[in-house]
Every structure is written in structure tokens, then in C-alpha cells.
């Protein structure tokens, strides 16, 4: 347990990003989820229509550092790439 008062504030600064960052990667999860599922399913223009939400959120969370930038544009070109080949 932090003893200083600079300590408490960095626990309490580190849970609030914690929580901050575990928001952005479960909305992230969720939606890639949601695309790949409706492509399972063979609908397309579903997942068209959801993929500038998933950018979004992809792109928001490699923006605060929750994941890398390499990592955001590998995710978006493989959705797309799926979305592509589910003509």
C-alpha cells in the first residue's frame, strides 16, 4: 500500500486509467466480434455499416496507448481484408 501522498494519488490516477483503458478494450473486442460474427453469417452489408464504428474505436484506443499503431492498422486491414473476401 502506498504511504506518501504522491504515492496514493499515482495508485488512484492508475486505477482511474485502468478502468479508462479496460472501457476502450472491451468496446473495441466487442465490435471486431460483432463484424466477424456477421460475416459468419454471410451479412455483409451489416457489417459495411458497423465498420466505421470499429475504425473508431480501433483508432481511439491506439491513440491513448491501450494497444500499439502497428497493432490498430494490422486489425483494421484484416476486417477489411475479411470484409473484402466475404463478397
Not at 495508485?11 to 476502450?24: A, D, E, I, M, P
Not at 460474427?37 to 481511439?60: C, F, G, S, T, W
Amino acid at each position: 500500500m502506498p504511504i506518501t501522498k504522491s504515492a496514493k494519488k499515482a495508485l488512484r490516477q492508475s486505477r482511474q486509467k485502468r478502468l479508462f483503458n479496460l472501457r476502450r478494450t472491451k468496446k473495441m473486442k466487442s465490435l471486431v466480434k460483432q463484424v466477424r460474427d456477421l460475416l459468419k453469417e454471410k451479412k455483409r452489408d451489416e457489417a459495411l455499416k458497423i465498420l466505421p464504428q470499429v475504425y473508431k474505436a480501433i483508432d481511439k484506443a491506439a491513440k491513448r496507448g491501450v494497444i500499439k499503431k502497428n497493432t490498430a492498422s494490422r486489425k483494421k486491414s484484416h476486417l477489411t481484408k475479411a470484409i473484402e473476401k466475404n463478397k
